[in-house]
C-alpha cells in the first residue's frame, strides 16, 4: 500500500528538483548577455539594420541575465541608427476566431500573446505599437515611426502598408531566436507578394470592418481579409529553408546555448519563395 506524501513535502521536493534542473542546464548550456551579443554578431547583424524579432523565451532557460537584457543586448548591437521589431499579436489561434468571437483591440492596454519578451519590449519606453486589430508591432529606433504608419489602413493584415511588408523597403532582417521557421510572422507579406502565383488564395474571399482603439482613445476601423484558418493549418514554412540553402550566404544560423538562432533578410526569404513558384511549389501540404 502506497502512503501518499504530504502536500508541503511534495511541494518542497518539486522545488529542489527545478533548482537542481536550473543549475545543471546552466552548468551545461550556459551563456550570458555578452556572449548572446557575439553570437549575433557572428551572424553578421550590425548597427543601423531594421529587425523584426521572433523568441522562444523556453530556449533562453540556460540565460544568466533578464529578459530585458536581451533587449538591450539587440538595441546596443543595432544602435541609434537601427530599428528593433517584434509582433505584438493579441491572441493566440486564428485571427478569424478572435475577430469572430468579438475579441477587442486598444493599442494602449491590450498585452502581446506573442511571446514574453515581446511583452516586455511592448512597455518599453520609448517604444511605437502599430495600430492593427490583430497584427500590430511593437517598434523602437530609427525607422520605427515609418514603418508603423496607418497600419490601420492595411487590407491585409502583413501586407502593403504594414510594417512586416515595409521591411523589404528597408532591406530589413528577420531574426529567429529559438522560435523557427513556422512562427515568422513576415511570411504573411511575402504571401501577398505572390498570391497571384498561387493556386488557391491563403486569405478569405471576404473583408472584415474591425474596430480599435488608438494610443490616444481614438475608434478606427481597419477593412481586411484575414488568413483562412483552414489553410493556415496546412501552412509550413519550413519548406523554405531548402531553397533559402541553395544559394551561399542566404541561411544564417548559429548555436547557442540550447538554442539556434537563424537570421535571414526579408528580400532574400521573398526571393526564396518566388523561386519555389516557378516550379509550382508552395509552403503548404497538399
Known amino acids: 500500500m502506497k502512503i501518499p506524501l504530504p502536500v508541503a513535502l511534495k511541494r518542497?521536493?518539486?522545488?529542489?528538483?527545478?533548482?537542481?534542473?536550473?543549475?545543471?542546464?546552466?552548468?551545461?548550456?550556459?551563456?550570458?548577455?555578452?556572449?548572446?551579443?557575439?553570437?549575433?554578431?557572428?551572424?553578421?547583424?550590425?548597427?543601423?539594420?531594421?529587425?523584426?524579432?521572433?523568441?522562444?523565451?523556453?530556449?533562453?532557460?540556460?540565460?544568466?541575465?533578464?529578459?530585458?537584457?536581451?533587449?538591450?543586448?539587440?538595441?546596443?548591437?543595432?544602435?541609434?541608427?537601427?530599428?528593433?521589431?517584434?509582433?505584438?499579436?493579441?491572441?493566440?489561434?486564428?485571427?478569424?476566431?478572435?475577430?469572430?468571437?468579438?475579441?477587442?483591440?486598444d493599442n494602449r492596454l491590450t498585452p502581446s500573446r506573442t511571446g514574453l519578451l515581446t511583452e516586455f519590449f511592448r512597455?518599453?519606453?520609448?517604444?511605437?505599437?502599430?495600430?492593427?486589430?490583430?497584427?500590430?508591432?511593437?517598434?523602437k529606433g530609427l525607422r520605427a515611426a515609418d514603418l508603423c504608419a496607418d497600419h490601420h489602413l492595411a487590407q491585409t493584415p502583413c501586407g502593403k502598408g504594414s510594417p512586416y511588408h515595409r521591411l523589404l523597403a528597408v532591406d530589413g532582417w528577420t531574426l529567429l531566436l529559438g522560435s523557427g521557421m513556422e512562427s515568422m510572422t513576415f511570411y504573411h507579406a511575402v504571401e501577398e507578394v505572390i498570391e497571384d502565383k498561387m493556386p488557391f488564395s491563403p486569405f478569405t474571399t471576404a473583408y472584415y470592418t474591425i474596430e480599435s482603439r488608438t494610443q490616444t482613445g481614438e475608434m478606427v476601423q481597419t477593412r481586411t481579409r484575414l488568413f483562412d484558418p483552414d489553410l493556415s493549418r496546412r501552412r509550413r514554412i519550413s519548406r523554405l529553408v531548402s531553397q533559402l540553402q541553395s544559394k551561399p550566404g542566404r541561411w544564417r544560423e548559429v548555436d547557442l546555448g540550447k538554442m539556434t538562432i537563424i537570421l535571414l533578410k526579408a528580400s532574400e526569404v521573398l526571393a526564396a519563395a518566388e523561386e519555389m513558384a516557378l516550379k509550382g511549389a508552395f509552403c503548404y501540404e497538399e
Open 12 to 105: 518542497r521536493i518539486k522545488g529542489h528538483l527545478k533548482r537542481w534542473r536550473m543549475a545543471w542546464i546552466r552548468h551545461r548550456y550556459g551563456f550570458g548577455p555578452e556572449q548572446f551579443s557575439q553570437a549575433l554578431q557572428q551572424l553578421g547583424l550590425q548597427g543601423g539594420e531594421t529587425v523584426l524579432v521572433h523568441s522562444d523565451m523556453d530556449c533562453f532557460e540556460p540565460f544568466s541575465g533578464r529578459p530585458t537584457e536581451i533587449i538591450t543586448q539587440l538595441e546596443e548591437l543595432l544602435g541609434p541608427s537601427g530599428t528593433l521589431v517584434m509582433p505584438t499579436i493579441p491572441f493566440s489561434g486564428s485571427a478569424l476566431a478572435w475577430v469572430e468571437e468579438g475579441g477587442g483591440f
Open 123 to 139: 512597455r518599453s519606453s520609448g517604444v511605437i505599437r502599430s495600430q492593427h486589430p490583430t497584427h500590430p508591432v511593437a517598434a
